[in-house]
């Protein structure tokens, strides 16, 4: 990934140089870290520094979300969901053939309360992604490299991966998916918080799905599966492509009240300095603000 500097967007002083950066290049950057450690945020923050178009930040979450309203709502992608993806729509999840995940379904009584004595293989996955739990790998495999083959083959591009991979199963594929596409991977960013913060964080935001609960399944996931899946891509590509980021970098106005924006400004740029972009470029950069329409790459 390379960054260009245009023209300033205002005349230079004796002090500094006004500049706007935007990313060139083809690869991947990975935004890894435990439930609300503010990855989402942080990708927008990075789109408007490098002036990335929005599809180039591809969430899986988002692209999970976006499968399930898909095939609840058009009935050509519903049909084509089990070629494409292996998830078939109408299948009962006890009758999937891995045993593992038929054992793992039938462990929360939760699911037949809301979806009926024959779970469908679509319920499962919308209820994982609704708990916070692992969509089964091969699920998450083919959603993933469908969106990154079509928006990385498209153009050239650098893309921000938030939220994949998220065990060490995922960590591979995804070095072999690079490989097969391609598409280097540019930088592994782990972005890390505390336990007790990621709790504060999330019990803030006022989610239903965010109880004291459901909240410790997910760090005790973060422990079991996202931390080890970072190891093995540590351990394959070198520690010079993984950057451990402090996530809770928090900054205060003069009421003594957090600055929320100005806080995750300050992840944002430690990351940003991580990619190779200099503190004097940060400290004199002007926000030019999002742009959909950004050049493509």
């Not at 609300?36 to 789109?47: P, Q, T």
């Amino acid at each position: 990934m390379r960054y260009i500097d245009p023209a300033p967007s205002r005349p230079s002083t004796a002090l500094g140089l006004v500049v706007s950066v935007r990313a060139k290049g083809r690869g991947i950057v990975i935004l890894s870290g435990p439930s609300s450690c503010g990855k989402g945020e942080v990708a927008k923050a990075l789109r408007r520094t490098l002036h990335l178009p929005s599809s180039h930040h591809i969430s899986m979450g988002d692209a999970l979300r976006e499968t399930i309203t898909r095939a609840r709502s058009e009935a050509p992608f519903r049909s084509a969901l089990g070629e494409a993806y292996g998830i078939w729509p109408d299948r009962c999840i006890f009758d999937h053939e891995d045993e593992a995940v038929v054992v793992k379904a039938k462990s929360y009584a939760e699911l037949t309360e809301k979806y009926g004595k024959k779970p469908t293989e679509l319920d499962w996955l919308e209820y994982c992604v609704e708990c916070g739990l692992l969509v089964p790998d091969a699920w998450s495999e083919h959603i993933i490299e469908g969106v990154i083959s079509e928006r990385a083959t498209r153009h050239e591009a650098v893309l921000l991966l938030d939220g994949y991979p998220r065990t060490e199963v995922a960590a591979q594929h995804v070095l072999d998916m690079t490989r097969r596409l391609g598409i280097p991977i540019i930088k592994v960013v782990h972005l890390s918080v505390s336990k007790t913060e990621m709790h504060r964080r999330a019990l803030g935001r006022k989610r239903v799905d965010d109880t004291p609960e459901m909240l410790e399944r997910r760090y005790n996931f973060y422990v079991d599966h996202v931390q080890p899946s970072v190891e093995l891509l540590k351990a394959k590509l070198g520690s010079n492509k993984i950057a451990l980021i402090d996530a809770h970098q928090p900054e205060y106005g003069g009421d003594g009240a957090l600055d929320v924006e100005a806080s995750v400004r300050n992840v944002a740029n430690t990351v940003l300095m991580a990619l190779g972009i200099s503190r004097h470029i940060l400290e004199n950069l002007t926000d030019n603000g999002e742009s959909d329409s950004a050049e493509q790459g």
